[in-house]
């Protein structure tokens, strides 16, 4: 309701006078990442790990970054930031992954086209290493948007992924963490105090959205479980018309909500609306109320007793943060010189629209 009585009252205001000199804007990029979202303690946080997080996230932000500074495409740039995360053991994603309930990890990973809306996306892969880039080629070598298991590693074999053995994947953390569920007979939630999904969303110089996500998904998982990461519309969403949207979370309630396409699908409806009233767009308006909207669907989810986050990106630019969470692991980059990572809430320092 509050979405749609400011759309309201925006679609009223008379129309501002459309300049006939107006030069075109200059061209810019975007990126988001994030590494997962939680219950996050900061006293529990030592200035140590705080510092690996950090670091972990910034090579990750930078590669992005350094592809869109150069003219590349959001697509590649998702990749680029993706792939480090998935090869850190800090984020459960690639190496690092949660263990399921028999003892193995299995890997989700999905990612969308904003310029066509091509997506490709895997699901309980054992042996790849980057899912990342395996989601990738399912939507370009593949006439299928998603693949499975057993199905999607003849896939890989096929394209020539090589065979990554399980071990690679492992870790004595995750192992501690699904011997701690057992033992004590506890629900994934406690012994995950966070979602360390990983994921990125970029606008390119071309005006181009993509998002990317990648995840092992929940510690002591059963039943071949999926959850929202490798989900078109629910964990990952890109429309060059709309945003790029990646999520982290609780996933049984982020696809329930499909919270990826509809944030996008609001934003798609009513932004149109906005620049026609506010021409020349004014783009802290427009910022402001894609906040809103993302903020609005985290709470639809919040709401259904589900938590955790989501990053969008604009295509004016905007690279947004929102989630109902203590933190989340994530950074933004963008052509107007903001470079920045956080962990928990409030702690950015800039804006990633300039107010002025």
Known sequence: MKNLITLIALTLLPTAAVAQDTPPPEPKWSIAIHGGAGTLDRDAMTPERRADYEAALQVALDAGAKVLAEGGSAMDAIKAAIIPMEDSPLFNAGKGAVFTWDGT??????????????????????TVKNPILLADSVRTASPHVMLMGAGAEAFAAEQGFAVTPPEYFATPARAEALERMKAQQLSALDVDHKFGTVGAVALDMQGNLAAGTSTGGMTGKRWGRVGDAPVIGAGTYADNRACAVSATGWG???????????????????????????????????KNYAQTVADEVMADVKDLGGDGGVILVTPHGDAIFSFNTSGMYRGRATSDGVNEVAIFGGEEQASATPDH
Do not use: Q
């Not at 932004?271 to 026609?276: D, G, S």
């Open 105 to 126: 990890n299995e890997l989700d990973s999905s990612i969308m086209d904003g310029r066509d809306r091509s997506a490709g996306a895997v699901a309980g892969v054992k």
């Open 252 to 286: 049984e309630y982020f696809l329930r909500v499909g919270v990826a396409h509809e944030i996008c699908a609001r934003l798609r409806y009513t932004i149109p609306a906005l620049e026609f009233r506010l021409h020349p767009w004014d783009p802290i308006t427009i």
